[in-house]
């Protein structure tokens, strides 16, 4: 991330018109991909430092700038290549290696090279200019559990100074009404608020919502909220759907319902007739579902008797072993469903 002695000012360092940004280190055809970018553009700068690579993972970044430096050495070392893509790398590699050719040392060292995080670039722009971030120049990272801990700090300040409001406040009444909701466990609701900050990100729209209304508009905001948990239940069901109707339970189930309807079994009357589709409206099908073949922790029934609303023997039969050989996913998407809101709630 440092920028060598001889590079050019703060101005110049960083070409925009030669940034680009690595998705993953996965997959060796797209790494040798952006190697080989990285590597062609050093042969056409005016100094390394121009060239940006951002990627997301500093597992990324390394991979990326130990193949950069190893073909640059082995170019140097003028070492055969091993396949197609690898000659294209090396003719490159070559190709910088002549445009710089007084700077081999800089080219060879890894740290020399403008290849870091997304977060790391942030700390690179902040620390450079500090004043311009207004950020204390001796400013440091947070790490997760100082973050943790800040968070935890600002919670418990923000509901002291809630709480010495006047008891006709609307904000002291919100924070009644959620120390009600966690009977009084004000741990409970420092967690909850810890939560909420950590994840402000998925519902930032919606208090905008509020807040440009210039007023409290709860009409605008349950709607808004409404949509919100359609799309997410009705994607979650979606997956659910697709899951349970690929089971050799799933691809029967209309015969399956059928002959516990024979046998007057009470499940039959509490399970849909047909597998529900993935509206939030047929949530609660699949609900009846989980309620039927689930235990309460979630896992597969191994035992469905009389007591669960089937027939003696059931377990013995093709349907018992049909229901036991649910996978642990398809009992996993079924047991989140039950804690989905219902449409109305």
């Not at 960083?14 to 790494?31: C, I, Y």
């Amino acid at each position: 991330m440092n920028n060598p002695a001889d590079a050019p000012s703060r101005d110049d360092a960083l070409d925009t018109n030669r940034s680009f940004h690595v998705e993953s280190p996965a997959g060796s055809g797209k790494t040798m991909l952006l190697t080989t970018r990285f590597v062609k553009l050093l042969a056409e700068s005016g100094h390394p430092s121009e060239i940006l690579a951002l990627t997301y993972t500093e597992k990324a970044a390394l991979e990326m700038r130990t193949r950069i430096v190893d073909a640059l050495r082995r170019a140097k070392e003028s070492a055969p290549p091993t396949t197609p893509a690898d000659k294209e790398l090396l003719s490159a590699a070559e190709e910088a290696l002549r445009h710089h050719r007084d700077r081999f040392d800089l080219l060879s060292s890894s740290s020399s090279l403008n290849i870091m995080t997304f977060h790391g670039f942030c700390h690179y722009l902040a620390a450079r200019a500090p004043l311009e971030a207004r950020l204390n120049p001796d400013f440091e990272v947070a790490d997760d559990n100082m973050g943790q801990l800040l968070a935890r700090e600002s919670v418990t300040l923000f509901i002291d100074r809630l709480y010495k409001l006047a008891r006709y406040d609307a904000r002291r009444k919100a924070l009644e009404n959620r120390a009600l909701y966690h009977d009084n466990n004000w741990r409970a609701l420092t967690e909850e608020l810890v939560g909420i900050i950590q994840k402000r990100d998925r519902f930032l729209d919606l208090v905008g919502i509020i807040m440009d209304s210039g007023t409290i508009n709860m009409s605008l905001f349950e709607e808004r909220l409404r949509e919100r948990v359609r799309f997410y239940v009705e994607r979650r069901l979606s997956e659910l759907a697709g899951v349970f109707a690929v089971t050799s339970l799933g691809r029967r189930w209309k015969s399956f319902t059928a002959h516990l309807a024979q046998e007057k079994c009470g499940a039959a009357e509490n399970l849909p007739l047909i597998l529900p589709g993935a509206s939030w409206e047929d949530l609660s099908n699949w609900n009846s579902i989980a309620d039927c073949l689930l235990t309460k922790a979630g896992t597969v029934r191994k035992t469905l008797g009389q007591k669960t609303g089937f027939y003696p023997g059931f377990m013995k039969s093709e349907w018992g072993n049909l229901v036991t050989e649910l996978s642990g996913k398809t009992a996993r998407l079924l047991h989140e469903a039950t804690g989905y809101p219902q449409p109305g709630q």
